[in-house]
Nanobody, 126 residues
Framework: QVQLVESGGGLVQPGGSLRLSCAASGFTLDYYHVGWFRQAPGKEREGVSC????????DYADSVKGRFTISRDNAKNTVHLQMNSLKPEDTAVYYC???????????????????WGQGTQVTVSS
């Protein structure tokens, strides 16, 4: 069964950090770029960060540049999103998704992504 499972979300105070993980099963991430998206209540899903299949290319939304870092460990079939200096406006459900590697990078169009996780809630509040 093809599956992406996110973990690591939670409640954190402004200025704090969280590390999200995205674990794939039923397929290998080696042949996929991976993106992180988020969706806040009443807002559209937006791309946060993406990483190419070979880790050679990464990209970030302007709102998170300098604060978030995406990385991947293909040996463990896992992608991580380190989030530092969190702000209340980062509050959202965060999703990881897999994009076939023939697509050019960076790529933040959700419709192109084949597989999606169920999401993990991140709440930044004092």
């Amino acid at each position: 069964q093809v599956q992406l499972v996110e973990s690591g979300g939670g409640l954190v105070q402004p200025g704090g950090s969280l590390r999200l993980s995205c674990a794939a099963s039923g397929f290998t991430l080696d042949y996929y770029h991976v993106g992180w998206f988020r969706q806040a209540p009443g807002k559209e899903r937006e791309g946060v960060s993406c990483i190419s299949s070979t880790s050679g290319t990464t990209d970030y939304a302007d709102s998170v540049k300098g604060r978030f870092t995406i990385s991947r460990d293909n040996a463990k079939n896992t992608v991580h999103l380190q989030m530092n200096s969190l702000k209340p406006e980062d509050t959202a459900v965060y999703y990881c998704a897999a994009l076939p590697s023939h697509f050019p990078m960076p790529h933040f169009a959700p419709k192109a992504y084949d597989y999606w996780g169920q999401g993990t809630q991140v709440t930044v509040s004092s």
